[in-house]
């Protein structure tokens, strides 16, 4: 499970940094919002999960673990074509799938911070 989000992460990483060198080139900043949460919630977030689930193999051994990647693997996808769609098209038809992917973004970050808390302890 840590090496498939790290290869996530990577893949977020190239993303964002595509879509940043892509706003500098137009300059065109409006997607913007879309950088931001690919490189934070995308490459930041599942490449630091990825290599604490990969350090500490107990951590993914449990339902939290596998909630925290099926939501944050299923919103954040979800999340950032709807919130690209927005942005470019002005179309406010797309804010429900937004706020549903990042509802499903929530949720599981929120599994991934339970797992930690409940889990993850000081070797004795």
């Known amino acids: 499970m840590g090496i498939w989000l790290i290869r996530i992460g990577a893949i977020y990483f190239g993303i964002g940094v595509l879509l940043g060198y892509y ?9 913007a919002g879309v950088h931001a949460h690919v ?16 350090l500490f193999p107990a951590l993914t051994s449990n339902g939290w673990a596998k909630a925290h990647v099926w939501l ?7 999340m950032m074509i709807f919130l690209a769609l927005n942005l470019t098209t ?5 804010g429900p799938w937004i706020a549903t992917g990042a509802t499903l ?13 409940a889990n993850l302890k000081p070797k004795r």
Do not use: C, K
């Open 23 to 31: 706003m500098s080139v137009t300059h065109n900043p409006a997607l």
């Open 39 to 54: 490189n934070l919630l995308g490459w930041a977030a599942l490449m630091i999960a990825g290599i604490l689930y990969y």
């Open 72 to 78: 944050h693997n299923i919103g954040l996808p979800l």
């Open 90 to 94: 002005g179309n406010p038809a797309f």
């Open 105 to 117: 973004t929530v949720l599981g970050i929120l599994a991934f911070v339970i797992n930690i808390l």
